[in-house]
């Protein structure tokens, strides 16, 4: 079957850290959950102890936890939560590339289903989408779905969540192409769930080895560029490419 869709990973491949930014990830390491417990103080009145341990029990309670099961445990209203994380978090979480938006329209207008698969849950990525200006609060008109954890009960580092993410989306392996920066969570893994169109999105000179299965795109607009190549047919799979890189 011939791919059209593409897997598309999150952190550091649409949305990461402004230069210089410094953001606060001393509770839990996640700075969500900073924003949190301080919207729980400013708007309900707890005290600081009060709501870090909410969040702690919470957190320890649920293996897959959702960001709206702190929400509701902290009793927040969800919507001017998601708008004060947002004020908070654009201060140093921003796109991957300026234009970034023109690449999933170009995407979208070719025909390409565009799926998230991310290690967050599926609204912490509609968040993230939103600060990389691909969303709004109510969704994002460039993704069919958002795959996370929450959903598919595992992470990516497994190939179990590859073949619960093509089970939940109802792809073959060989109708889909994975797109993401980490070549062990979004080269290797869903090749060992079978899918073998991969693209490794570097925009800088990566500081691992890398798979020589894995072709390597420098920007988005190459990536639309090779799977424009791959409909064409020039690439017969994105698998049997080297490791080289696209001018």
């Known amino acids: 079957m011939p791919v059209r869709a593409l897997f598309i990973d999150i952190d550091n491949t649409l949305c990461q850290k402004i230069p210089e930014a410094k953001p606060a990830t001393d509770f839990l ?81 070719s025909g390409w289903n565009l799926f998230i698969t991310s290690n967050n849950p599926s609204s912490g990525i509609l968040h993230k989408l939103r600060l990389a200006g691909l969303a709004e609060i109510w969704g994002s008109p460039y993704f069919n779905q958002y795959l996370g954890p929450c959903e598919l009960h595992c992470m990516k580092k497994e190939p179990e969540f590859w073949r619960r993410a093509l089970a939940h989306t109802g792809l073959s392996a060989s109708a889909v192409t994975v797109v993401g920066d980490n070549p062990l969570d979004d080269i290797a893994a869903p090749r060992a769930a ?54």
């Open 194 to 247: 079978g899918i073998s169109s991969t693209i490794l999105y570097a925009p800088l000179p990566p500081d691992q080895p890398l798979p020589e299965y894995a072709p390597i795109a420098h920007s988005w607009p190459d990536i639309v560029t090779m799977m424009a190549n791959i409909r064409q047919g020039s690439q017969q799979n994105a698998s049997a490419l080297p490791a080289t890189e696209v001018a």
């Open 29 to 109: 390491g996640q700075s969500l959950l900073r924003a949190m417990v301080d919207f729980a103080i400013d708007t309900r009145g707890l005290q600081r102890q009060q709501a870090e341990d909410i969040v702690r029990s919470t957190h320890d309670t649920l293996r897959w936890w959702h960001w709206t099961d702190f929400i509701i445990a902290l009793d927040l209203d969800a919507a001017a939560f998601w708008e004060f994380a947002y004020a908070r978090e654009r201060r140093f979480l921003g796109p991957v590339e300026p234009e970034l938006h023109r690449s999933m329209e170009a995407l979208r207008r």
